[in-house]
């Protein structure tokens, strides 16, 4: 009986989850063949030079030859799991085709502009008196200094009061508190509030308490603090709730107070999230134009390190400026002035977030093995 058994079993073809194997890098030809085919049909069509087009084309022809070829060789398991693969990478790749032509736009067109004389010096003319020609020269330092300046001023602003409402609202406020609703609900609104509304709003303030027609960099701050602390709050919020709670507890058990816990424990054990909260909230408003154009004013030549009295130019401002409004003797030095701009600002912003990833790899509480 037993040996009959063992017949039957061995008799019994092994079950396989696949009937077989792709190549190992049968993606990457898949994907290679599918953008070519789309290539030649939107050539076919006289639009080569959609590479944009081409490359969307290729994606969804990626995905139904991967899909097809996975279900004929491996099975519906492994076509599924390569399928839904597919459409992670296809998304991701998409999703930052812009951001990489982007800044490849801008490197282009403005990394011939960036030189000392461009950085350190304002714009000035320059008097030919062999020909008797006016030429202009680029030069952006005090929209560099009024982009600090104004930003700092915010970023001085926004920060402690964002971090400040999110410990009230994490560690203070009970969760049915009608005033903790009420201010979730005040933040989640004004995160998506317009830009140019925030600078209406500080130039109408500034206009109420000093006069009309009041420009200063004092007032483009404050329409950035108006985008800029729901921003930190938010972030803030959800660092601090990623705490622990049982180092928390842990704290309260030694007999220490709560306020000396959240500054001892809980922000220094999210002092990197709380810190990558803050750049986020600076990213968001240093490159911001309309508040910064209504509220502070633009100024092409003159420099002013006075957030109290005068307008003050940002690189945001002075590369829209620039760009939209080009001198119409020259043209080409204003463009190159508008890119130039445009790629010191994100400079600028890369540096930052250089400095805060060192300030939060300082603070951050080190692992003990």
């Known amino acids: 009986m037993t040996s009959q058994v063992e017949t039957n079993l061995s008799s019994t073809p092994p079950r396989s989850l696949t009937s077989g194997r792709l190549p190992r890098f049968i993606d990457i030809w898949v994907a290679l063949a599918a953008i070519a085919i789309g290539a030649i049909v939107f050539a076919g069509f006289g639009h080569v030079d959609y590479v944009a087009g081409w490359l969307v084309l290729g994606a969804a022809l990626y995905l139904i030859a991967i899909g097809i070829l996975a279900s004929i060789i491996e099975g519906r398991r492994r076509a599924t799991d390569r399928f839904v693969r597919g459409i992670v990478v296809v998304a991701f790749l998409l999703a930052i085709i812009p951001l990489v032509s ?12 960036l030189t000392p004389q461009f950085i350190f010096n304002g714009e ?15 030069g952006v330092w005090p929209a560099i200094v009024g982009t600090l300046i104004i930003t700092g001023i915010a970023a001085l602003i926004s920060i402690p009061i964002g971090l400040l409402t999110a410990v009230w609202l994490t560690e203070y406020a009970l969760p049915n508190n009608p005033v903790r609703r009420i201010v979730t609900f005040l933040v989640d609104v004004m995160t998506g509030i317009p830009s140019i509304v925030a600078g209406l709003f500080a130039f109408a303030l500034f206009a109420l308490i000093v006069g009309p027609g009041t420009f200063n960099g004092l007032s483009a701050a404050i ?4 985008l800029m602390i729901p921003t930190m709050v938010r ?3 959800e660092m601090i709730k990623l705490v622990p709670m049982e180092l928390r507890e842990a704290s309260y058990a030694l007999g220490v107070s709560k306020w000396l816990t959240i500054v001892k424990v809980v922000l220094r054990t999210s002092v990197a999230g709380l810190v990558t909260g803050a750049m986020l909230a600076i990213a968001r408003v240093i490159g911001e134009t309309a508040p910064i154009y209504i509220a502070a004013g633009y100024t092409r030549t003159a420099f002013n390190a006075d957030p109290l009295h005068g307008a003050m130019s940002t690189l945001a401002v002075v590369s829209f400026r620039n760009y939209v409004d080009p001198d119409p003797t020259q043209p080409a030095v204003t463009q190159a002035e508008a890119w130039g701009s445009a790629l010191l600002l994100i400079l600028i912003v890369v540096v930052l977030n250089l400095i805060a990833r060192l300030i939060a790899a300082r603070f951050a509480p080190k692992a003990r093995r």
């Open 235 to 237: 972030a803030s919020e």
């Open 124 to 138: 000035q003319t320059s008097f030919d008196r062999t020909t008797f020609k006016t030429t202009l020269v680029a």
């Open 102 to 113: 982007t800044l490849w736009t801008v490197v282009q067109h403005g990394i011939t502009t």
């Open 223 to 226: 329409a950035l603090c108006v």
